[in-house]
């Protein structure tokens, strides 16, 4: 299948207007007459189900949380970008569509991308009409902040808890939609697989998780807003129930995969301190605003602070390398996050680490402190910074943080053309969960952007196209393909419950977290992702042998749960690996070590990697087939980037 993207003709700039005018459109009266399944109520999901309901679909909604609040766009800190240029600092929707590409490593579609940057800046009217309470200058008017890969301050923010405040403006919206009945939500309910009826999307398979009932559901068109994967890896910021199984299931059903080795790894988390932990803390990119990321010097004074004979305010400024600021003066410490990233593990393999493992730099606030006095930066960071305590016992108004790189968010996603539709006809997918804005590398505060224009203002434009064209002659839940998909469902369950080995599903994701981390993670090398691939599909075998699922189908059974999870898990993080050992380049997040600038950069190969990667699924155990899409260049010029 070629892969057709559906990106508009005409100028840059003209091109979402154009396309608007051009879709295909579905009349008020008949609006009643379409069912649109929405999976997932985190910002993309909320945002989408209530929008599209208050046009006058009819919407399920479908969580696994008790709650759409519980959703993980909650755990966003830092803020959300927008080209309102409050500040007059020179920011405009090109220079945010310029540095999303840019920050991107060159390996996003031109067209996504200044999408996105022209609808930021009616999210933030969209929210602030919602009530969403964003920082405001003593004035009154909205304040920004500044965020990695930028020189301008565009990110609009809610002290530490962005993320929490836009989703409750988008719950808000959706409950109204739920008070009317038009949409009907469906909590502690997990999707597990999609009906096809002649090669178009038109319903779903789920299991409650509270009572174990299977149950299939029909639409015109299923939605999948269920974030991304980084919990392929265990240890991520990423809640611990975030998974990967609705997007995969979708793949298994031909949704093509794309660029699925694009991991961000987040500079600004606090370290891994033993096997007990079940996931990782996301410190604030926000942070590196006022903190400044140093290292000690020498080998010996990292040694002397790592055994406790040295504290790290005895260290004086001249014997402190700000590494950050040092290679990169146009940036400093707010450089990409792959970029900072990288650098941090540079210093503790040179063996410059701090704290008791050595897995760790400072993100020291002492010169904030004295420049802007306490109370100004415990205004800004206090929420962050009791939350750091509380994990830490360290108090980081007067210690540096101790902080470092840990998985946040992949960029890579199931593959949708300009309309956010799957290969799949009638299957979408939103935000985190498609591959499509964010290239090699997600700049800080863009998640939130994305989520949230395709919820409110790209899908309800896009989906009225291909419901338009289909009519809304009600879905024949009779088909065939419902009761075959159920009982496909059925017994793959069965299957796990069949599993009465010796080693608990838990063991078996750590296992290949520590996999995926040590040879997929920040640093990749052909030797090391063939070897994984190997531990992978060994792995996976032992599986389907020793694993152990207790309990039963018809009860709550978190053990079954996290067992289809995990072996979804093991399916994707063998094609990670088979992409990345494929993309012999290095781009953002992705970085092989035979491809680097002398400097320690990435190198890129735009001559023979300038494409997205869709993976096809060809059945069990079968390798998967590649498929590109070339990425082409009118409007920026292909060049190494360079933050210094």
Excluded at 336 to 350: F, I, L, Q
Excluded at 359 to 372: E, G, P, Y
Excluded at 525 to 535: D, I, M, Q, R, S
Aim: hydrophobic share 35%; glycine share 10%.
């Amino acid at each position: 299948m070629s892969l057709d993207a559906k990106i508009p003709e005409g100028p840059l700039a003209e091109k979402w207007s154009k396309h608007k005018f051009n879709l295909k459109l579905v009349n008020p009266a008949n609006k009643r007459k379409y069912d649109i399944i929405v999976v997932g109520t985190g910002l993309a999901g909320a945002s989408a189900a209530a929008t599209l309901a208050e046009l006058g679909y009819n919407v399920k909604a479908f969580c696994f949380q008790d709650s759409p609040r519980r959703a993980h766009s909650i755990a966003a800190q830092g803020g959300i970008n927008a080209a309102k240029n409050y500040q007059n600092d020179g920011d405009s929707v090109y220079r945010l569509f310029y540095d999303t590409i840019k920050g991107g490593d060159f390996r996003a579609r031109e067209a996504n991308v200044y999408r996105l940057a022209e609808v930021s800046v009616n999210i933030i009217d969209q929210c602030v009409a919602q009530g969403v309470p964003f920082a405001r200058e003593y004035g009154g008017l909205l304040d920004n902040r500044s965020f990695g890969g930028a020189q301008v301050s565009r990110t609009f923010y809610a002290r530490g808890q962005t993320g929490q405040q836009l989703l409750l403006g988008a719950y808000s919206a959706l409950n109204r939609q739920i008070h009317h009945g038009k949409v009907k939500m469906y909590t502690r309910t997990e999707m597990l697989d999609v009906v096809l009826v002649d090669g178009e999307a038109r319903g779903i398979v789920t299991r409650s998780l509270t009572t174990g009932a299977i149950e299939t559901h029909s639409g015109h068109a299923v939605l999948l807003c269920t974030g991304g994967y980084g919990n392929v890896f265990y240890l991520s910021t990423n809640a611990a129930g975030s998974n990967v199984t609705a997007a995969w299931r979708a793949h298994k059903r031909g949704a093509y995969f794309g660029n699925p080795c694009y991991t961000q790894i987040h500079p600004t988390c606090i370290p891994v301190t033993g096997d007990h932990q079940s996931k990782l803390t996301l410190m604030s990119e926000s942070l590196r605003n006022d903190g400044r990321v140093w290292a000690p010097k020498t080998v010996e004074t990292a040694e002397k602070l790592r055994k406790g004979q040295l504290k790290a305010s005895d260290i004086k400024d001249e014997d402190r390398d700000y590494f950050l600021e040092r290679k990169y003066p146009a940036f400093g410490n707010l450089v990409p996050r792959d970029v900072a990233s990288r650098n941090a593990k540079e210093m503790v393999d040179e063996n410059r680490g701090v704290g008791a493992s050595g897995f760790a730099v400072f993100l020291d606030f002492s010169d904030a402190i004295k420049r802007l006095g306490k109370d100004t930066v415990a205004a800004k960071y206090g929420n962050l910074f009791d939350m750091y305590y509380q994990i830490t016992d360290e108090d980081p108004y007067t210690q540096p943080m101790r902080i470092y790189p840990a998985v946040h968010y992949t960029m890579g996603g199931l593959w949708v053309d300009y309309n956010l539709m799957t290969n799949v006809p009638g299957l979408y997918a939103l935000g985190e969960c498609n591959f499509s804005d964010h290239g090699a590398n997600r700049l800080g505060a863009s998640a939130l952007m994305q989520g949230l224009a395709d919820g409110y203002f790209v899908i309800p434009y896009t989906i009225g196209d291909y419901l338009a064209k289909i009519g809304p002659k009600a879905v024949d839940t009779n088909h065939p393909a419902f009761e075959e998909t159920k009982q496909s469902v059925l017994a793959y369950v069965n299957k796990l419950l069949a599993l009465k080995g010796n080693k608990t599903v838990n063991e078996y994701h750590r296992e290949l977290g520590h996999i995926m981390w040590e040879y997929c993670g920040m640093a990749r090398t052909e030797e090391g992702l063939t070897k994984a691939l190997g531990l992978i599909q060994a792995l996976r075998a032992d599986f389907w042998v020793n694993a152990k699922v207790v309990g039963e189908n018809e009860e709550v059974n978190p053990a079954l749960e996290k067992a289809g999870r995990v072996a979804d898990f093991l399916e994707l993080g063998e094609l990670m690996v088979r992409d990345a050992l494929m993309r012999k380049e290095s781009c953002g997040g992705h970085f092989r070590l035979e491809s680097q600038t002398p400097d320690g950069e990435a190198l890129r190969d735009d001559e023979h990697f300038a494409f997205v990667a869709a993976w096809e699924y060809k059945g069990d155990n079968q390798p998967e087939e590649l498929h590109k899409e070339a990425l082409e260049f009118e409007y920026v010029h292909l060049t190494q980037r360079n933050y210094a």
